[in-house]
């Protein structure tokens, strides 16, 4: 968050249609209003921001690894079917790290809204005497 102008600025990631490997970045910017329960701590967009750039290239990874595993196969070379199998152990290794990103993601996320929430009732207003 920009502390001189009370903005946050977040930032996604969209492929492009045309060409599903080009990722184009934007960044969007929205004033920040403590007293607003929909504002998320910015701390928390960065986790997420994070997470999913790690995602994003561990599947990267896992797409050239593949594409390495096709080319191995349709060459037929027996040296070339021995070397999938060390590739295709390190794709599982990668999907595994996915769920692990992903269940991380979850956890933060629902942590997040579990204290927007609390947070919410806390400064909602009190029943008057």
């Known amino acids: 968050m920009d502390q001189s102008s009370g903005r946050r600025h977040r930032s996604s990631s969209k492929r492009n249609r045309n060409n599903p490997s080009t990722v184009t970045a934007t960044t969007t910017t929205t004033t920040a209003n403590s007293d607003d329960p929909d504002q998320c701590d910015p701390e928390v967009?960065?986790?997420?921001?994070s997470?999913?750039?790690q995602v994003q290239s561990v599947l990267d990874?896992?797409?050239?690894l593949i594409q390495q595993v096709n080319e191995n196969h349709q060459s037929k070379i027996p040296d070339n079917m021995v070397k999938n199998v060390a590739l295709i152990q390190e794709i599982n290794q990668n999907?595994?790290?996915?769920r692990h990103l992903y269940s991380d993601l979850s956890t933060t996320f629902s942590t997040a809204c579990h204290e927007q929430r609390s947070g919410s009732q806390k400064g909602g207003s009190s029943p008057e005497d």
């Open 61 to 64: 990874r896992n797409r050239v």
């Open 95 to 98: 999907i595994s790290k996915v």
């Open 45 to 49: 967009w960065d986790i997420f921001n």
């Open 51 to 53: 997470s999913f750039s």
